[in-house]
């Protein structure tokens, strides 16, 4: 790997994943290392990591337990395929999972991505009512501002109109509740007290589409990539409540949630609602390596498995990576550390140190709102010009102030790791004050 100081390598080959490529190049932002909390850049500087990533290393980074781990068993067993063939440390890592997932999501299918996770939900909640002899059921039901990753399931039931734009129609049957944003929300801690009411949106679907058609509704517990909208008071239940009524499947895409980010192990046991199927990816394996996991409950993997065609495969889907060897390492030597650190205690006691001091930020004026639950919030600003111009300019100001954030639009979204210090969390603020202090734009009403 390049270090510091050391001559780029070109910048012309690499098409980078949700980057403004050419500007990238005129102006790269380049990491050559990572330690607990923070990056190194390649001029040397320590950029403090306000996210773990992409929210996908809750342990923080370079942790050798993990290294070692995936060092080993890549020496041990590189690869083998998980078609009719199996490993131990696959089923191992399946049962060590399932020890942190809410009792009776018991049945666990690898993926390596949240994308895949969410995709492979969906195929899983088709399948269980063609089984049962309702295959009529057939729409989809996701939620606008919702993120459930790129491919074309994950895609069309995910509710950002930028990640659709260009890429076709998308599955049919698919509708989207209303998001849950909402003007007097804003500024709260925790649950919202107004908007239960938009859950009912999945009733009028029942009402307009036959609740009896529809297969699946699916929704991140936290809405995390469009800026942390955390479920109005009782919403969630009331989305169980009409799943349970019309016998849809409800599937919680835990990806960000998962993994003690709302100082649980999953937002599921945050909230006490517990879905059919559960997607997870991100701190399954720490982030150090690409894994997902989709989590089904026994009355599901069993219309699957029990009502198919018996003597064969009775789910026609997976991955030539899936459980991969050295995946299974890393997710079991993550787990390890966060059962052996307590992270999810390390969470609740860090939790309100954490939302206070993001929340410290809605004094200024070019902010004009602060969402957050457990150890992740987000911060909007105030628009300058078209969407996304203030949040592109603010992206470099924060690198170049030593923070690293993610940005969608003009929102961005703090989640650290679970092991930083409250000075840590202070330092970070400070840096972001710093930079969001020179935009003197009037608070939008
Ligand atoms: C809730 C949620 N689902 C799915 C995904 C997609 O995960 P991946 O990028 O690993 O495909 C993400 C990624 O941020 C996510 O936040």
Redesign the pocket.
Known sequence: MTGPNEPHPSLENWWMPFTANTAFRSSPRMVVGARGTHYIAQDGREILDALCG???SPAGHGRPEIAEAIHRVANELSYMPPFQHGHPIGFETAERLVRMTPEGLDHVFFTN??????ETALKIALLYHRRRGEGHRQFLVGRER??????FG?MSVGGIPANRDGFGSGLPGVVHLRHTWLPENRFTKGEPAHGVELAEDLERFCWSLGGQNIAACIV?PV???TGVLVPPRGYLERLRAICDAHGILLIF?????GFGRLSTNFGAQRFDVRPDIM?T??GLTNGVV?M?AVVAAEHVYDAITEGGTRAGIELFHGYTCSAHPVACAAALASMEIFEREGLVERAQKLEDYFLDAIFSLQDLPVVTDVRGHGIMAAVDLAPDGAPGTRGLRALQEFWDAGVMVKFTADSFLVGPALVIERHEIDEIVRRIRGVLERYDEGRKQ
């Open positions: 992409l929210v996908c991505s949240g994308s895949e996770s969410t919702a993120y459930h990753g790129v491919n994950a991140e809405a995390g990539s895409d835990e990806v960000i949630t997607c990816a991100k690409p997902g």
